[in-house]
T-cell receptor
Framework: DVKVTQSSRYLVKRTGEKVFLECVQD?????MFWYRQDPGLGLRLIYF???????EKGDIPEGYSVSREKKERFSLILESASTNQTSMYLC???????????????FGNGTRLTVT | AQKVTQAQTEISVVEKEDVTLDCVYE???????LFWYKQPPSGELVFLIR??????QNEISGRYSWNFQKSTSSFNFTITASQVVDSAVYFC?????????????FGKGTKLTVNP
């Protein structure tokens, strides 16, 4: 079974802090994604990556950056956390042979970030 | 942007009842894929099914079944003899690979509560 592991289940950070959310997958998947999930808004794509060192903006990249130095690890960075970034963050991966989404996404169990 | 509508925000049923979750999607494309994901209280989205637009056969997997109606752009999900463990948020997600912008579009989700 694919395992996608997010390093923290809950995080509390202060406004202005630099925040790192880490995600690791163990199935050699090419594609990795970061979503945020908010009540009433559903899942929104922040960034994705289809290869090491490659990244693409999703629908809501403002205030975020990402890093993919190794195939198995995809980090989401909040350069200067703000209260409107309080949310549930979900990492996902998929096999990349036939495109980004032709294969199912495998999700981690999320990081609930609170920015105070 | 192409949209997906899950009109039911929340549904509450009693165990053993059948329940249908609706999904209506917009598309201008002839080729697309349709996904359903389940998000139990633990937070991790779990893949349930993927269908492509050329396969209009309905699908049954145990107590789960999916009714794909291309003529009405709907891909509804039925749980037969619901159980408490079915309590979760369910997301319908079409994927449109054409048009130069691959995108998986998540619906806002339907929260299903199955009461004992």
């Amino acid at each position: 079974d694919v395992k996608v592991t997010q390093s923290s289940r809950y995080l509390v950070k202060r406004t202005g802090e630099k925040v790192f959310l880490e995600c690791v997958q163990d199935m050699d998947h090419e594609n990795m994604f970061w979503y945020r999930q908010d009540p009433g808004l559903g899942l929104r794509l922040i960034y994705f990556s289809y290869d090491v060192k490659m990244k693409e903006k999703g629908d809501i990249p403002e205030g975020y950056s990402v890093s993919r130095e190794k195939k198995e690890r995809f980090s989401l960075i909040l350069e200067s956390a703000s209260t409107n970034q309080t949310s549930m963050y979900l990492c996902a991966s998929s096999l990349g042979q036939t495109g980004l989404y032709n294969s199912p996404l495998h999700f981690g169990n999320g990081t609930r970030l609170t920015v105070t | 942007a192409q949209k997906v509508t899950q009109a039911q925000t929340e549904i509450s049923v009693v165990e053993k009842e059948d329940v249908t979750l609706d999904c209506v999607y917009e598309t201008r494309d002839t080729t697309y894929y349709l996904f359903w994901y389940k998000q139990p209280p633990s937070g991790e989205l779990v893949f349930l099914i993927r269908r492509n637009s050329f396969d209009e056969q309905n699908e049954i997997s145990g107590r789960y079944s999916w009714n794909f109606q291309k003529s009405t752009s709907s891909f509804n999900f039925t749980i037969t003899a619901s159980q408490v463990v079915d309590s979760a948020v369910y997301f319908c997600a079409p994927f449109y690979p054409q048009g130069g912008s691959e995108k998986l579009v998540f619906g806002k989700g339907t929260k299903l509560t199955v009461n004992p």
